[in-house]
């Protein structure tokens, strides 16, 4: 049975830093396209970033990295200068087949195994 656990959300203050963590079971997250997606209330789940395991770190952009430690079967998202629009519920999520590099912009209908969520709050 596959299971993914977020952990490491939380509430922060605006221009904090939150670290989100994923441990699978079930499934390997080596070789695989993996990524992080978020929902909002009243809004549609969107990506936040997405990484093939079988290479290095993911890529980040200004705020937010992707990273995996395939020895411990997990996937982390680091957020930084926190907004409070970034408030949401933050899945990962993982493709059923390994081998497969992720497309320039994964959809969340691409990803077979999902998380439960781990809540986000930023105040202002």
């Known amino acids: 049975q596959v299971e993914l656990v977020e952990s490491g959300g939380g509430s922060a203050q605006a221009g904090g830093s939150l670290r989100l963590s994923c441990v699978a079971s079930?499934?390997?997250?080596?070789?695989?396209?993996v990524g992080w997606f978020r929902q909002a209330p009243g809004r549609e789940r969107e990506l936040v970033a997405a990484?093939?395991?079988?290479t290095g770190s993911g890529p980040s952009n200004a705020r937010f990295a992707i990273s995996h430690d395939n020895a411990e079967n997990t996937l982390f998202l680091r957020m930084d200068s926190l907004k409070p629009e970034d408030s949401a519920m933050y899945y990962c999520?993982?493709?059923?087949?390994?081998?497969?590099?992720?497309?320039?912009?994964?959809?969340?209908?691409?990803?077979?195994?999902w998380g439960q969520g781990a809540q986000v709050t930023v105040s202002a």
């Open positions: 079930g499934v390997a997250l080596s070789d695989r396209c």
């Open positions: 999520a993982a493709y059923a087949i390994q081998y497969f590099l992720c497309p320039p912009s994964p959809r969340a209908a691409d990803f077979a195994y």
């Open positions: 990484t093939y395991t079988g």
